[in-house]
């Protein structure tokens, strides 16, 4: 392993957008059971690491001042927990979160910062840890962290921690936008009314965009419902998002986050203009998530 003891590491920790999201159960301990297709954005916030004289944490950014700087933020849970699995290798770190992406928003933003921040320690402390491991180390911070350590197209089961790689999706053109307002996912899964759904459909063949849409159109958000009732104004979104004519618009997880998929760049880019020209106090980027390899 190349040793980066003392090179500074910086990582895009991209937004996790659920393309669909079905709620097939509850277990005992009250965690929901899901079916979810999911990519991951090339726009998020960035986590930099560095070898420092004592601990440190620094928060920066657009939303840097809406979260914690303390021990509640799972960027230090993350580094905590992987330096009591390797005292040996974990001498202290400054660590630097560029907050880009607005919190309690459905886009996987704590457990996406979580993530790299992890993946940026591994290399700064030069730490060699079997995939199946750090999964697992993972998901004790949180449900999302398994699908987020991946970072690639997948369809995420159970709680969250069941992966399956989705080999062949093409890079989508989308629009994210969020009206400001937050949500608390506790809150909208508590407020869900029917837990017993069928699963995501069989996956065959999503080639084209074309093809992805025409799939997403037999699937839904079965959080959507709930968030609207808890939060109104997700409504308000949504309307204007169809207003830009994509070729599919939906809420991501449990909101308030929205996007919308194009088929062309320069759709994507009208509409963002649009959106940001009617809504000036809204978070609006225009993005794309990655493709899934063959």
Known sequence: MLDSLDQAISLIAPAKINLALHITGRREDGYHLLDSLVVFADFGDRISVERSAADSFHITGPYGHSIPADRSNLVLKARDRLREEFPDRAFPVSITLDKHLPIASGIGGGSSDAASTLRALIRLWGISIDPFDLDELGLALGA???????GKPLIARGIGEKLEEVKRIPRLPMVLVNNGAAVSTPQVFAAVKKRDNPGLPTISGLGSIH??????????NHLYAATVDLLPTIGDTMEALRSTSPRLARMSG?????????????????????????????????????????
């Open 254 to 294: 449990s909101g308030a986050t929205c996007f919308a998929i194009y088929d062309t760049d320069e759709a994507a880019l009208a509409a963002e203009s649009q959106l940001r020209n009617a809504h000036p106090l809204w978070f609006v980027i225009k993005t794309h998530s990655g493709a899934g390899g063959n």
């Open 211 to 220: 093809d992805v849409c025409t799939y997403l159109e037999r699937t839904e």
């Open 144 to 150: 999302d962290l398994p699908m987020c350590l991946n």
